[in-house]
């Protein structure tokens, strides 16, 4: 899977508005803000991770580093099972776009649940914005 290659999508997730986050909110709202440029500390401080196939916060906070200095990723919202996230730079290419794909992959293997491809995915990564990421 790791080897596959390029391919077209058209695929966008749903927009994330006050709606969205109503549905998904279960026991409150906790309203966070970071300091600027340190958004990779938000799985250190929101208890999330370390079941089924979720990384632990550690772990979480260290890929969040590398997305935000490389795609100037911000965390815009988490629940017991989900994050989503905004970048600020999307992949320069296609290469770029594929191999962050695969990186997502490894991460969260649900990033593929509504895609046929990792190449579908990294089309999507090329277009969009908002990266989503969900374990059961």
Request: some cysteine.
């Amino acid at each position: 899977m790791l080897e596959e290659q390029w391919s077209e999508t058209s695929y966008t997730h749903p927009d994330i508005d006050l709606s969205w986050i109503a549905d998904r909110e279960e026991d409150g709202l906790l309203l966070l803000t970071l300091p600027a440029g340190e958004s990779q500390y938000a799985p250190l401080i929101v208890p999330m991770g370390g079941f089924n196939e979720c990384p632990q916060p550690l772990e979480q906070a260290v890929l969040f580093r590398h997305w935000q200095e490389e795609y100037g990723m911000v965390p815009l919202v988490v629940t017991q099972d989900t994050w989503v996230v905004r970048v600020s730079e999307r992949p320069a290419t296609d290469a770029a776009a594929l191999q962050l794909a695969k990186e997502h992959f490894l991460f969260c293997q649900y990033v593929l649940e509504t895609f046929d491809s990792i190449g579908q995915y990294a089309s999507y990564l090329r277009r969009h914005d908002i990266w989503m990421f969900w374990w059961d």
